[in-house]
Every structure is written in structure tokens, then in C-alpha cells.
């Protein structure tokens, strides 16, 4: 267990809780790309029975949702955000949480900020940092045949091959 994981407790019955109970995710910087990470998971979570909602201010619909310009912007209560923005923008997307009255603030594979965790967490939000909402879901509740989870990797670049 990582000391980020024993500080914000995302171990695996917290995880198995977390998304069991959720029916609604705001994924933050979702793109309409279908080889981009967060439509990858997104869309999987939609097929998973969740509700996705699409934040991006660059788009008006992904994945046959609506897509709104920022979190308080979205007329809806919300479960989940998960986030798909680099680091230092995470700040300001945990005061979003809090102000909408979110229950989870997720930062996805590679998005680390203590600040904003602590923030959230301050303000009653549960925290899961630097873990993929899909490959958790997956890993917990089947699934893990998937394209893409079982490398650990999920990312739009093509693998370099060397030639024999």
C-alpha cells in the first residue's frame, strides 16, 4: 500500500464501496477522441451502467451526452469526478467539488496534487488519487479482460516496435 493510499483510504473495500454506491460521474476533461484515455473510460463506464457526464469546455455532446463547460455548470447532483486535467488544474476542479457538494473527487492515473486532496478531503469529499476509475471497476468487478487493462497502461501513443 502506497502512503498516498493509507492516507485517503483506497483500499480495496473503500474502492469496491465507492463505486458500488455511485451512479453518477462527471469526468472533467473528457474528449470526444475515441483513442483518448478518458473517453476509453468513459465509455466503459456508460456501458457499465453509469451516468456520465461530459465536462469540457471544448465540446456540446460526447458520447451522446450533453457536455457542460465547467462543473458548476452541470444541473445535476454528482457522485464522482473524475479527473482527466493535468495536476496543478486540480485545485480549482476540488473547489468545483465542493461547491457543487460532489461525494468523490478522483484523480486519475498520474494526476497527483496533496493540496486539492486535502481540500476535498477538509470539505467531507471522499479522495482517490492516481488510480483509473475504469481499471478499479474492472479490477473489482470483472471485466479485466478489456483491451487495455491488462498492460497497466492506458495511453494514446502507439508502442514503438524495433525491427528484427
Known amino acids: ?21 455511485a451512479k453518477t460521474i462527471a469526468v472533467v476533461g473528457l474528449s470526444a477522441h475515441w ?3 478518458s473517453n ?17 469546455p471544448a465540446y456540446t455532446e460526447v458520447l451522446g451526452e450533453v457536455c ?14 473524475d479527473c ?9 476542479i476540488a473547489r468545483d467539488a465542493i461547491a457543487i457538494k460532489a461525494r468523490v473527487l478522483w484523480m486519475q492515473l498520474g494526476v497527483i496534487n496533496m493540496d486539492a486532496a486535502h481540500t476535498a478531503r477538509d470539505a ?3 479522495v482517490v488519487i492516481d488510480r483509473c476509475v475504469k481499471i478499479e471497476h474492472a479490477r473489482l468487478f470483472g471485466g479485466l ?8 497502461v492506458i495511453s494514446s501513443r502507439r508502442p514503438r516496435h524495433v525491427a528484427n
Open 35 to 37: 483513442h483518448r484515455p
Open 145 to 152: 479482460n478489456f483491451v487495455g487493462v491488462n498492460t497497466k
Open 1 to 21: 500500500m502506497s502512503a498516498i493510499d493509507a492516507e485517503f483510504e483506497t483500499d480495496i473495500p473503500t474502492l469496491r464501496r465507492v463505486l458500488g454506491e
Open 68 to 81: 457542460y463547460p465547467s462543473l458548476l455548470d452541470v444541473p445535476e447532483p454528482i457522485d464522482i469526478i
Open 124 to 126: 467531507g469529499l471522499e
Open 84 to 92: 482527466f486535467r493535468a495536476s496543478p488544474e486540480i485545485p480549482a
Open 40 to 56: 476509453f473510460a468513459a465509455k466503459y463506464m456508460q456501458e457499465h451502467g453509469y451516468r456520465v457526464i461530459p465536462v469540457n
